[in-house]
């Protein structure tokens, strides 16, 4: 790739070097030490194609100048398929070139046609400010390229739409801006020629259902200028990537899978942190997640165990970066939190001044929240190599290609396999041998993990899920597409066949659609409001009070975990002290102050039900399907001492609760049957929650959905119920459909989580069958061989009732 050929910073030392010294610092070695296991992915070998013959030779030397002399087998299939008119997707490694697999057709009928246009979707602006960069480097006469997103200047926009022949933006804007306003648009779309929509990966549940519905208006606008463009997607390795794109296009889609890029072998290290001698600094910096990741499960998901004894995943990182880049070796390291990514970087340039003065200067972190300008700084500075260390929160918000790195750290497993090489696969540049580390949290997922390889190495990545058909994401469309212009009976084949009729007929019911002779309309002032992301709402300003200078943003959802009053709110390694949380504006004053504490916000979930829809009375077990309030309050907060972990106070807060009006579909079991099935009452949490996960991560298999879409409680006593219950809700407001699906196919679903959990070969439990890596309560407790029992009362007792 192009940028990380600019990557010229001295080597380090050899991964198995690196990892030598890495060791060293634990006295590791020795049996028992914190490398459990080392996986060798080999080298692979590139395999080059010939230009295809209808390459221009203009385009070959703008590529020659970007250092490709040949291109790779793969960049070739697809850009064949492309250009020949199907719909493909290229789905492999990261650093593997794909943007060459749509840059070279899409360009070469830019030449060929001298009127032709290219619209350019990338998930974040960052990605489409650098693809811009790529293809402006590359110097094409005429194509004009230009992004169009939020931050375009007016001035500059109907320019762009009537002269840039190749459009980068994100679906956000296709969404508010480009498609709302069409006819701004009609020159651009009466020549569009391709679509390419890159790591279309990222356009998974809801959202990526939403997505797909963007990507069906654009299609039907193009088609009003008698378009047809072509589509070509590019997304990281994931399992059925050719069905995913199709769902997402509402096209058949073919994939290219192979990967014949060249890399160097990765060296990929198991690590866990060691156990520490009963002390102090074993409850040294750590805390929960942003709250975004987790499941309220029941009781207090911000409660840190003051018994942990292993050796923090944030303080074994932030020393494992310290010693790579003390080693010469350009270093990333991934953390969950957004906080924990500046916790890391913070310590990591503490212990490297302390060994060489300024030498911390080389360490950076880098996350969502930043402001642009800093993030391009940034970006910059570790091209250029003066940066060699950078503690970031997820792939997808690095803006640039950062391939070119000699090492990967990742504190904690990222959720999926398909993350873990996503991360994974940012290390190695130019085929050179890189090192990847995954540091276990310690949760017993993590711990899981480290001690079974064969859980992370042998087997396939996960597939994407998205489903279009969601009835609470085809309305909102349907009202977006009708607005854009009258929807006909044509254009529901578009939108879903049958499921799509049926959601008109639903929105002429409900007044949001008016039936005419020529079609459907929407007849209401303004547009419909629908979100993509379900963010819910503007991002919170964080402000110093002196100056007025905007230091970032934090999402609504995690503000009131981050900058509420009294909380230490870190930036770049300043320390800056929140004043107040004005939630009417949107914004935190803050001072800079640098405490020897840090802070931890505690919080409650409750969930209460609001309406039963449909139930089944099944003697003792009940199973239910209605609309639920999850609320969701920050009480209180913790002052820790930095270094010791010692809790200095906690102390109340003040802020509204947040409620969450959702579909949820739930059991209950009579204590009395669940005694008889031999659950001792004091069991009866864990097995319930154990249960809970189970179910949760089993609905993907039968209803389409992510498991991140989906958040569950399981109580063994719960006000509403009264009776031990367990609950998994749709984590969008409103609903999303999941919970719908489930209560509608529950035996089998319930059967088939039954299985999962009996007939996994574990003993306790594993991420396989009960563990949750998104628990909020740190999969705890959790009763495995009590879990079956619960579902075998339920399984039986809605057997008896249906009378199969
Ligand atoms: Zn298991
Ligand atoms: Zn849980």
């Known amino acids: 790739m192009t940028s990380a050929a600019t990557v010229t910073a001295a080597p380090g030392p050899e991964p198995a070097e690196l990892l030598r010294r890495l060791r060293a610092r634990t006295g590791g070695g020795a049996a028992g030490g914190p490398v459990t296991h080392v996986e060798r992915v080999p080298a692979r070998a590139g395999t080059t194609a010939p230009w295809p013959r209808w390459a221009p030779e203009e385009l070959r030397a703008a590529f020659a100048r970007r250092g490709v002399i040949a291109p790779w087998q793969h960049q070739v299939a697809a850009a064949d398929l492309a250009y020949a008119g199907r719909h493909v997707v290229l789905a492999t490694g990261t650093a593997s070139g794909k943007s060459l697999g749509y840059q070279l057709p899409a360009l070469a009928t830019l030449l060929a046609d001298p009127r032709a246009t290219v619209l350019y979707l990338a998930p974040t602006k960052a990605l489409a400010a650098d693809q811009l960069r790529a293809v402006a480097e590359l110097g094409v006469e005429g194509v004009r390229p230009a992004s169009y997103d939020g931050d375009t200047p007016r001035a500059e926009r109907e320019w762009i739409r009537q002269h840039s022949r190749f459009v980068l933006t994100n679906p956000d804007m296709l969404h508010h801006g480009i498609l709302p306003g069409h006819a701004g648009w009609s020159t651009f779309l009466r020549r569009l020629a391709y679509v390419i929509v890159d790591e279309c990966h990222t356009y998974r549940g809801v959202f990526g259902s939403h997505v797909a519905h963007v990507l069906r208006r654009l299609r039907r606008q193009a088609a009003r200028h008698r378009r047809t463009p072509v589509f070509v997607l590019a997304s990281a390795t994931s399992g059925d990537p050719a069905e995913a794109a199709a769902r997402l296009t509402g096209l058949p889609v073919e994939a290219v899978v192979e990967d014949t890029s060249p890399r160097g072998g990765l060296t990929f290290a198991l690590w866990e942190p060691p156990l520490l001698p009963p002390s102090p600094e074993a409850t040294a910096i750590d805390f929960p997640d942003d709250p975004g990741g987790t499941e309220p499960a029941a009781g207090d998901h911000g409660a840190v165990e003051l018994a942990t004894v292993r050796r923090s995943a944030l303080r074994e990182t932030a020393d494992l970066l310290s010693d790579a880049v003390a080693a010469g070796t350009r270093t990333l390291a991934f953390v969950r939190s957004r906080r924990g990514a500046e916790v890391v970087a913070t310590m990591a340039r503490r212990s490297l001044d302390e060994a060489v003065p300024g030498l911390g200067a080389r360490v950076a972190a880098y996350r969502a929240g930043y402001l642009r300008e800093e993030r391009r700084t940034l970006e910059r500075s570790l091209l250029s190599g003066e940066l060699l260390g950078l ?91 009708a607005a854009e212009a009258p929807l006909t009976p044509a254009d529901l084949d578009l939108f879903g066949g049958p499921a799509a009729v049926a959601a008109v007929e639903a929105l002429v019911t409900s007044g949001a659609l008016r039936r005419r002779p020529t079609g459907w309309y929407w007849t209401h002032s303004g547009r419909p409001e629908v979100d993509l992301r379900g963010t819910g709402g503007a991002p919170v300003c964080v402000v110093e009070s002196s100056t007025g200078r905007l230091l970032g943003t934090v999402d609504p959802e995690s503000s009131h975990f981050q900058v509420h009053p009294g909380a230490v709110y870190l930036h770049q390694g300043v320390s800056y002290v929140v004043d107040e949380l004005d939630l009417e504006d949107a914004c935190a004053l803050v001072h800079a102050e640098e405490p020897d504490w840090t802070t931890h916000a505690r919080d409650v979930t409750s969930l209460s039900v609001a309406s039963v829809r449909s139930y089944v009375d099944a003697g003792p077990v009940g199973l239910f399907l209605g609309e639920v309030d999850v609320t969701n309050q920050v009480v209180s907060y913790q002052r820790r001492r930095i270094g010791s972990g010692e809790v200095l106070d906690t102390r109340p807060l003040d802020l509204p609760t947040r409620e969450l009006r959702t579909v949820a579909v ?65 984590g ?15 035996a089998s679903w319930l059967q088939a989580t039954r299985d999962a959990i009996a007939e996994c070969g574990c003993e306790t439990g594993c991420p396989s069958c009960v563990q949750s890596p998104k628990c909020g309560n740190g999969n705890n407790p959790l009763g495995k061989n009590d879990a079956v029992k619960v579902l075998d009362v339920v399984l039986a007792a809605l057997r008896e009732k249906t009378g199969s």
């Open 732 to 746: 969008h407001p409103g609903g999303a459909g999941f919970a719908e699906r489930a209560y509608g196919i529950a």
């Open 391 to 481: 503690a970031s929160t997820n792939a997808l918000e690095l803006g640039v290609d950062l391939a070119g790195l000699d090492a990967v750290l990742m504190c904690g497993y990222p959720g999926t396999r398909a993350s873990l090489w996503q991360q994974a696969g940012r290390a190695g540049r130019s085929g050179r041998e890189a090192l990847a580390v995954l540091v276990a949290r310690d949760d017993p997922l993590d711990t899981y993990l480290v001690h079974h390889p064969e859980a992370l190495f042998g087997r396939p990545v996960e597939a994407t899920v998205l489903d279009p058909t969601n009835p609470y994401v085809l309305g909102p469309q349907l009202c977006c597409a």
């Open 666 to 730: 739930w059991f209950t079991v009579s204590p009395q049957a669940l005694a008889a099935a031999g659950v001792e009452p004091a069991d009866v949490p864990g097995a319930l929650h154990a249960a809970e996960h189970a179910a949760i991560g089993l609905l993907p298999l039968v209803a389409t959905c992510d498991r991140w879409d989906i958040g569950g409680l399981s109580t063994a006593a719960h006000a509403d119920t009264e009776a031990p219950t367990v609950f998994v809700y749709d």
